[in-house]
């Protein structure tokens, strides 16, 4: 049977989810898949390439009811103009609901916060939640003439 991209990610995952982030390495990973290591190269770039696809793994679904229920009090605070982004047009609400979203996919994987800080650090724009929710509660917060920081004390 022929290794494939997914079989790698699936058994990624899954050491991930089992032992954690210090156990993930290539070496381990072939040995589970019961192939050389150079195999793996045929299909993942190297170790980090595959940390940023099980990022986007861990954040997958995320965001996607991130705007539900947003109600005009929740947006009233924002500036009047649309930025483009549901998340950041709809004000704290919505920024709130992707950051409990985004915390509880975190939670969900052993290690997932150091994967996706990696993932985040290495290649940001491929994780489409982080970005909005960032720019959301920068722009909620400044839209009511505090700063963010300010308002995490």
Do not use: F
Not at 1 to 15: C, F, P, V, Y
Not at 17 to 41: E, T
Not at 57 to 69: D, F, H
Not at 89 to 101: I, K, N, P, S
């Amino acid at each position: 049977m022929a290794l494939t991209r997914g079989q790698i990610e699936d058994a990624a995952m899954e050491i991930l989810r089992n032992y954690g982030l210090a156990d993930l390495s290539m070496r381990r990973l072939a040995r589970d898949l019961g192939v050389q290591p150079g195999a793996l190269y045929w299909h993942v770039k190297n170790k980090q390439e595959l940390l940023v696809v099980l990022a986007g793994r861990i954040l997958a679904g995320v965001g996607e009811g991130a705007v539900e229920g947003a109600t005009a009090g929740e947006s009233a605070g924002a500036e009047a103009e649309s930025h483009g982004d549901p998340v950041e047009d709809a004000g704290w609400g919505a920024v709130r609901r992707l950051a409990g979203e985004i915390r509880a996919a975190l939670l969900e994987v052993r290690d997932g916060a150091d994967v996706v800080s990696l993932a985040q650090a290495m290649a940001p724009d491929t994780l489409p939640a982080v970005g909005p929710c960032a720019r959301g509660w920068n722009r909620a917060g400044s839209a009511r003439g505090t700063p963010v920081g300010a308002r995490a004390r």
